[in-house]
């Protein structure tokens, strides 16, 4: 059974990179940038205390995977992340692939000419999230989803384990990955009506 949460999402802009410390307060991390990209050196799968010039204090978690698949007819790598905060999760889905080109025959063996890395990242529209066998259908806009209330309460109770998303670009790509099982047990935190409350 597919289930469609409906709601605006709000656009978050990339930011600076962050910076990490340790908050005596309340033994959570503080990172000082809500940004995605490559090369982040975030705290990942862990509850974090948020502080962003731009977008405010706020607990959150970020999360990362990578692999290889297919896409477009290429072979690429696929890396996904994402920033799942009290209202909101919003995604960086990254694919890197190898261009390569030939040059003249030589020995009957094409030379090479070099290889490039090149990456794009897309943009989302649909997020679907498998949680036992319920799954949770969210529109976004600009790979930002919004969080009803009905989504975080499953979030906050999910069994232990990896979950199941699937993302689905505005071109109609589809990516199937998962969310670790440590950004699962921090959603326990990220998601207690007390943080979604103290975030509106």
Same mark, same amino acid.
């Given at each position: ?16 990179? @962050?910076?990490?410390? !340790? ?6 991390? =503080? *990172? ?7 090369? /982040? +050196? ?33 072979? @690429?790598?696929?890396? !996904? ?6 209202? =909101? *999760? ?7 692939? /190898? +261009? ?37 259908? !969210? ?62």
């Amino acid at each position: 059974m597919v289930r469609q949460v409906i709601g605006l999402a709000a656009t978050l802009s990339i930011l600076a990179a @962050s910076a990490v410390s !340790v908050s005596a307060a309340n033994d959570i991390r =503080s *990172v000082n940038s809500a940004a995605l990209g490559i090369s /982040r +050196n975030h705290p990942w799968s862990e509850a974090v205390q948020i502080n962003d010039p731009f977008e405010g204090n706020f607990i959150g978690v970020f999360d990362r995977n990578y692999f290889y698949d297919r896409l477009l007819n290429t072979n @690429s790598r696929i890396e !996904v992340q994402s920033l799942w905060s009290p209202q =909101s *999760v919003r995604f960086l889905l990254i694919t890197s692939d /190898r +261009n390569c080109r030939t040059g003249s025959i030589r020995y009957g063996i094409p030379t090479n000419l070099g290889c490039s890395v090149v990456t794009n990242s897309r943009n989302l529209t649909q997020l679907y999230v498998k949680l036992n066998d319920q799954v949770y259908q !969210v529109s976004g806009q600009n790979s930002q989803f919004p969080i009803s209330n009905e989504l975080a309460q499953a979030l906050q109770t999910a069994p232990e384990g990896n979950v199941s998303i699937r993302l689905v670009t505005e071109n109609g790509e589809t990516v199937n990955t998962e969310i670790g099982q440590g950004t699962v047990a921090a959603w326990r935190t990220v998601y207690t009506p007390q943080t979604r409350a103290s975030a509106e």
